[in-house]
């Protein structure tokens, strides 16, 4: 069975920086493509960033220039790298992995960015 854990989420005050970490496990990670989502109170689970088993990654408006999306491989993680966060970046973190019609979804992990 495959599984995601989303780890690294947590308090930070604004202009701070977190790198989230999801470890798939139960199957070849290499050939799955990554993503980050994102659900902030009260609103829609919007895509941040994308990276493909290639390594081509893409990324929403609102977080270009400030995060960065990466994999290794060997040790079948996708990292967040979120830089200069901002109150509006507060959300709880969803990693996805997904190939076709094929997908699973991590148990999500909270960021709060607040003085």
């Known amino acids: 069975q495959v599984q995601l854990v989303e780890s690294g989420g947590g308090l930070v005050q604004p202009g701070g920086s977190l790198r989230l970490s999801c470890a798939a496990s139960?199957?070849?990670?290499?050939?799955?493509?990554m993503g980050w989502y994102r659900r902030a109170p009260g609103k829609q689970r919007e895509p941040v960033a994308f990276?493909?088993?290639?390594?081509?990654?893409n990324y929403a408006d609102s977080v270009k220039g400030r995060f960065t999306i990466s994999r290794d491989n060997a040790k079948s993680t996708v990292y967040l790298q979120m830089n200069r966060l901002k109150p509006e970046d507060t959300a709880v973190y969803y990693c996805?992995?997904?190939?076709?019609?094929?997908?699973?979804w991590g148990q999500g992990t909270q960021v709060t960015v607040s003085l």
């Open positions: 139960g199957t070849f990670f290499n050939i799955y493509n």
């Open positions: 990276i493909t088993s290639g390594g081509a990654t």
């Open positions: 996805r992995l997904y190939l076709s019609a094929f997908e699973v």
